[in-house]
């Protein structure tokens, strides 16, 4: 028996088809992801498998099985999927009893819902708390007009959701009439992504990635998700904080990373960035944010977490009660601006007895929710610079003023002129309160990316030394680093989705 073999019965109260078509994808995704032997028995349906040699799966057809039987199961099975079937009686139990997890498989009705519920009591009721506690909530999402929220369903069935599968497109079978499961058809499909993804976490494969905060700087981050496309790496989960919260969150709607450097580029001249800048008096901060809100309204529109292609965690701070949130549900517009809600700068979101302001003021570069989640390998991107960095700046600026002062010695009167005029204009606004604000917390947000990124199997640091935490204008600039980066960090990052 290896350490890693698991086995997994797939339940349902009701009989239904769509249990058995996800059971069968399942035990097919495990394969594929894990290459390892995989066993799926089916206890519950007649229908007929037809699964590419080049996939190590075995199909075996029972009316039941014992305990003992799955224990030597392990012996030569990495993965094994039941397919189990009946009331919940003694017999189930028993099955329940000998696995390592249940996927408790429910349609998305109301009635299936609150049956789930009762399943669940039950449960709890019979003192069966281990069966409960390895029991893990798959909701079939129906494609009907009246749809609830994942929150709406968890809190019908009271319970989490573990996990959402979609119903296969009208041109796409779960199981076609050959028997070849959808997921080694099309591995596209939201329905195939969803088993796969599933079948990620139980296998410890999850490939997870942290985009760190940094205003500008974090427009490298786009760079990064440029090479990941380009060498086909899939992303399973992202987190983001701040400028990588909204990166994250176009990201996991399915934008390309083109897409999002149009975005991008749309900042780049500093009038358009005064432009979003709506100032109030500075109460709570000096910029209202309404301005914001509507760009970032144009960009995510009335996309909530449940229109997520790649699930995304965005990392907030709750200043009120010290505390470091998670937000994962609601519109993505609203969790973005909270998380980039830079203290001093943007007025804080106000609600209840909290107080939500930039999430990179507590977890510039979020690994640890990656890890709570279950991600196994994780790549981290910091962008913030560090001492190093910053002591290049200083080297540039030093020798930026000593070519200006030489400049003034030698240059024709007009270029003097011009340049005693930028000095002047420099030493007015430099540094301005923007600077002031995020230098002051950028350079404590590093050291915590630092901590975190100790606890990632990959780290980028695609830092422009050269350049300003405000200088959206050099987009370019900071999207060509993060290729930069990213290429030099390639094979370390195709070994890791491997893995």
Request: overall charge positive; charged content about 25%; some cysteine.
């Amino acid at each position: 028996m290896t350490d890693s073999s698991k086995v997994i019965a797939v339940y349902s109260t009701t009989h239904r088809e769509a249990k058995t078509w996800y059971a069968i994808n399942l035990a097919t995704a495990l394969a594929l992801i894990t290459k390892g032997k995989v066993l799926f028995i089916d206890l519950a349906s007649t229908l007929e498998y037809k699964i590419s040699s080049d996939v190590k799966i075995e199909c075996l057809k029972q009316n039941r099985i014992k305990e003992r039987q799955i224990e030597n199961i392990k012996k030569d099975y990495l993965y094994t999927i039941i397919n189990a079937s009946g009331e919940a009686d003694e017999s189930i139990y028993r099955i329940f009893t000998g696995v390592d997890a249940v996927h408790f498989f429910v349609d998305s009705t109301k009635d299936d819902l609150g049956a789930a519920h009762g399943f669940l009591e039950d449960l709890l009721e019979k003192g069966l708390e281990s069966i409960h506690s390895k029991t893990s909530v798959i909701v079939n999402r129906l494609n009907i007009f009246d749809k609830f929220s994942k929150e709406e369903m968890a809190w019908l069935i009271k319970r989490d959701i573990s996990a959402i599968v979609p119903e296969p497109g009208i041109m796409d079978a779960a199981l076609d009439s050959s028997g070849t499961p959808l997921v080694l058809k099309s591995k596209d499909s939201s329905y195939s992504k969803a088993i796969l993804r599933i079948a990620k976490k139980e296998s410890g494969k999850l490939l997870g990635l942290a985009l760190g905060s940094g205003a500008a700087f974090g427009l490298a981050h786009i760079g990064v998700l440029k090479v990941l496309e380009d060498r086909r790496i899939i992303i399973d989960v992202v987190s983001g904080s701040s400028i990588g919260a909204l990166i994250a969150g176009m990201y996991g709607l399915g934008f390309s990373a083109d897409k999002i450097k149009g975005v991008a580029k749309k900042l780049r001249s500093k009038l358009k960035i005064l432009r979003l800048m709506d100032f109030t008096l500075p109460i709570s901060g000096i910029l209202a944010g309404k301005r914001m809100k509507m760009f970032l309204g144009k960009i995510f529109e009335e996309k909530t977490f449940e229109d997520l292609e790649i699930p995304v965690k965005i990392m907030v701070y709750d200043l009120a009660n010290r505390e470091t949130l998670v937000i994962e549900k609601g519109l993505l517009a609203d969790a973005v601006y909270m998380s980039i809600a830079v203290p001093g700068i943007f007025k804080p979101k106000i609600e209840k007895e909290r107080m939500i302001i930039d999430g990179g003021v507590s977890d510039p570069v979020p690994v640890d929710i990656l890890l709570r989640q279950g991600v196994k390998k994780i790549i981290a991107v910091n962008v913030l610079p560090g001492p190093k960095d910053i002591h290049e700046k200083n080297m540039l600026l030093k020798k930026r003023n000593s070519e200006e002062r030489n400049l003034m010695l030698t240059a024709p009167f007009n270029v003097r002129i011009g340049l005693s005029i930028m000095k002047h204009l420099r030493r007015i606004f430099t540094p301005n309160i923007f600077d002031v604000i995020m230098t002051t917390m950028q350079s404590m947000e590093y050291m915590l990316g630092e901590n975190s990124c100790r606890k990632a199997d990959v780290v980028l640091r695609p830092v422009l030394s050269f350049a300003n935490s405000t200088d959206f204008h050099l987009a370019n600039d900071f999207i060509k680093r993060g290729e930069e980066d990213a290429l030099s960090h390639a094979e370390e990052i195709a070994r890791l989705a491997e893995a």
